[in-house]
């Protein structure tokens, strides 16, 4: 399945300057939330600041990714730089686990003694930063359907958003009821779903650093689609990965049929057309073998040799 590449692509200085704009923002919220958490008694409104604040580092993190990115590969990086957006990523979504596991113990701590909190600060703050969060989203979401780096950005600012919702309503009940123990119970709600949103994305980045063969691509019907071309008689060792988030890459052995040797070139040139036009691959590394030179037992994906495991396996066997 070839990747989609149709998004309307945003100038990368334009792109830049929303994510500075995003991070000054994030930042003199932070400050407003905290100071508005102390005097009024509100976890949740320190956990909603802790949220943004990790918002404002995963913007800075991020906004230095996308300038070493656009580097050029260099003698010690010689596949260039852009992975550094799938690091920031992998970096962004481990701090919303460690702030969501950090919220449920102090929002557990609280149930059991609720504090007296000043609701009309809450719900005054908390309207300033649902303002601020939702100014952040709509500056990333455009930017955040071809970048794994900005989407973690922006699933941070929607969580951002929706838990300052409920921070406002949290307040209201608490002017309303005096519901103290809604507080807490918010705060719980709050990490609960950041949780959610960082456990359900942080395999991407993983899969991709991992040098795992991308999701959508149907691995089977590459190697079919190599295997259908005249002249090849097999293909083995197989890698099929992502070297940065839209560039897929695949290396490979073809073995040739005897007759078709003399002809490598041209078969080559087939098979990375195929490649390129059926499955969006336009990075091939294609090394050749002669059908009555290839590797014996070698396996299809990998640089494994099936018969050297199984003769690996038979001597702990006969050691145990």
Known sequence: MPHDHGHAHIDPNSGDRRVSIAIWANGLLTVAQIVGGVLSGSLALIADALHNFSDMASLVIAFGARKIARRSADENMTFGYGRIEIVAALINYTTLILVGVYLIYEGGMRMIDPPEVQGWTVVIIGGVALGVDTLTALLTYSMQKDSVNIRAL???????????????????????????????????????????????????????????????????????????????????????????????????????????????????????????????ITHSSLEFEHEDRAHENADLYGHGDASEREAHSHGRADHA
């Open 154 to 280: 922006f699933l941070h600012n929607l969580s951002d958003a929706l838990a300052s919702v409920a921070v406002i309503v949290g307040g209201s009940l608490i002017i309303l009821y005096d519901m103290r123990w809604v507080d807490p119970a918010i705060t719980i709600g709050i990490a609960l779903y950041i949780l959610y949103l960082a456990v359900t994305e942080i395999g991407g980045p993983i899969r991709t650093l991992m040098l795992g063969s991308p999701p959508d691509m149907d691995n089977a019907a590459v190697v079919d689609a190599m295997r259908g071309v005249d002249g090849v008689a097999e293909v083995h060792h197989v890698h099929l990965w992502q070297m940065q988030e839209h560039e897929v890459a695949l290396d490979c052995h073809v073995v040739l049929t005897a007759d078709a040797w003399s002809q490598s070139e041209s078969v080559k040139g087939v098979i990375k057309d195929r490649l390129k036009d059926d499955f969006g």
